[in-house]
């Protein structure tokens, strides 16, 4: 898979909101002093469900109106240049929203035309789309005799069928079993690195979704949590995870000797990785293989995503589910 | 495009950006009116999806073929080109009750609105382009019988070139009925259809709207003399229409007397209103 250096089109901000709030009619506040802005790239927007997520998708679309603050999409105002923003941007809502009696290549083209695209650009586009999601020997169906993955699929299809520059997926994964979920994550890491689209993925499963996004918004009750790059987020700390089968008493004694710095961990112990890596390394395998103890996992610690919400004021159990 | 060109991978191709004109709003609105137009109809669904309107279509232009028939027949002509938009009334009124649902409401239920609303139409858009291929679906209706009949006369008048003319000229006649037909309908049935996503209660609706008035109007029109059976029709869906036939080309069923143009002030009104109402519930219909 060939990398390129900078695979989206423009480096602009995708979505950037200001003291965003949204509160329905029914005085139930969806998004409250929201301030963030996404950046190009697969961006993870996480929350439970009910934070806000599907509201701030709708806000971005000028499918609903702010009740405060603002927002901008792709640097325009989605309710003025509601047009201009619809037709740069693909959306696969979160419920089912496909005519069961239709045919999905019909479809699909059908939705490519009220996207702007020329009939013949519109049925080329709709076969190659579907293709790409994995249905072109299926696409002359009807979109009822579909299963729960494929008809996914085509609501995936019919939101990317126009080129979009950015693509909002509303969890996408839902109602999919295990191994339709990481073949929908599979294609969504695809379009978003082969494909060069920005995406943003919406999901209450941080553990599903951290695999394929270069970067992470984390929502709650309405309010930014967290918002960062993975890479910052999954960064390497200083520690070694040092994992034996036997009791790891005797090794702590021995590498606390050897003048390490040493704390355990349920069965494992964790070092600090001195100035000198290599050295560390040796002490450890040298006392291990003193100690004849056999050894099970030897490797520097992540920082886990999940830990971002651990010192977050609510909600953090939430995140932990994979 | 990612990769080299000439790797040998046939396959897979990779993905094209589109780099093509985008034509907007109202190329937008064109393609939804077309796609419904062809929706009306059944065309690219279901067998069952066809049956009614296809069936109700076909009897129009049979019963076409049999008035070209009789007309040419007998020595005097016992239906022209107004007439069939008088008489075929109910038949149409019919037809909106089916189709109009199956436009609309098919989308409501389906969560349609949602991919519809996210793409670069506005929802007066929308409104506007299912409004107009319901319209257009019942002048295709009463228009195809009209063709019909004007090829039967136009092949047998015994007054040549002039006869054709003669003919035709009655034909453009029935169009501007058939039109006002197809929009007095459309807006009528399209604001009630888009209160649903079920498909029976918007038929129902429409039915009871149309039909249920039709005896009381009917009463009306038999019992009362002088103004008020003039006005009667004004109460009932097809007999508004046919007033206004009367009105316009002395077609109709009944007289008006004088009332013409209340009824056609009524029909305006009831077009105002009902594409006003349809846009209306659509600006607080969630997308």
Known sequence: ?322 | MPGPENTGVIHDIGYQRYEGPRLGRAYASRSLFVHSLRCAFGLGRSAWAKVLPIGLFSIACMAALVLVVINTQLPVQVIDYVGIASTFTYGTTVFVAVVAPELVSTDLRGNLLSLYLSRPLSRADYALAKMSALAAAVFVVLATPMVILFLGQAFSTDDGIAGVFSEAGGMLKGFVVAAIHAVVLAALALPFASLTGRRVFATGMIIAVTLLTTPVSGALLSFSTGDAAYLAGLINPSNLLNGIDRWLFAGGTFDVGPYGPVYGLVAAAVVAIGTGCTIWRYRKVKA
């Open chain 1, 1 to 322: 898979m060939a990398v390129r250096p900078c695979p989206y089109a423009l480096s602009v901000v995708l979505i950037e909101t200001n003291a965003l709030e949204k509160r329905y009619d029914n005085k139930v506040t969806a998004l409250a002093d929201l301030t963030v802005a996404i950046e190009p790239g697969i961006v993870g927007l996480v929350g439970v469900n009910g934070a806000g997520k599907s509201t701030l998708i709708k806000l971005a679309l000028g499918l609903l109106e702010p009740t405060g603050g603002s927002i901008r999409v792709l640097g325009l105002d989605p309710l003025a240049d509601g047009e201009a923003v619809r037709g740069r941007v693909g959306y696969m809502p979160e419920h089912d929203c496909l005519p069961p009696d239709l045919i999905a290549a019909e479809f699909v083209t059908h939705m490519a035309r009220v996207s702007g695209l020329p009939a013949a650009m519109a049925r080329e586009r709709a076969s190659e789309t579907l293709r790409h999601v994995g249905l072109y020997e299926e696409r002359y169906r009807r979109i009822g005799g579909y299963s729960t993955g494929m008809k996914q699929r085509v609501k995936l299809a019919q939101a990317l069928v126009h080129d979009p520059e950015l693509l909002l997926l509303d969890e996408p994964t839902n109602g999919l079993d295990p191994e339709g979920r990481r073949a929908m994550l599979d294609l969504v890491h695809r379009i978003g690195t082969d494909f060069g689209i920005s995406v943003v993925v919406c999901s209450h499963l941080l553990g599903e979704i951290e695999r394929i996004c270069t970067s992470l918004v984390a929502i709650d009750a309405g309010r930014l949590l967290r918002s960062a790059t993975l890479s910052a987020m999954t960064q390497h700390s200083g520690l070694l995870v040092v994992e034996i089968d036997e009791d790891p008493a005797p090794l702590l004694d021995a590498l606390t000797a050897a003048g390490l710095e040493v704390r355990r961990n349920n069965r494992a112990l964790m070092v600090r990785l001195g100035e000198h890596a290599d050295e560390t390394y040796d002490l450890i395998r040298d006392a291990v293989a003193d100690l004849d103890l056999s050894l099970h996992r030897l490797e520097r610690q992540r920082h886990q995503v999940a830990d971002l919400f651990r010192d977050a004021p609510t909600g953090e159990a939430s995140y932990a589910g994979t």
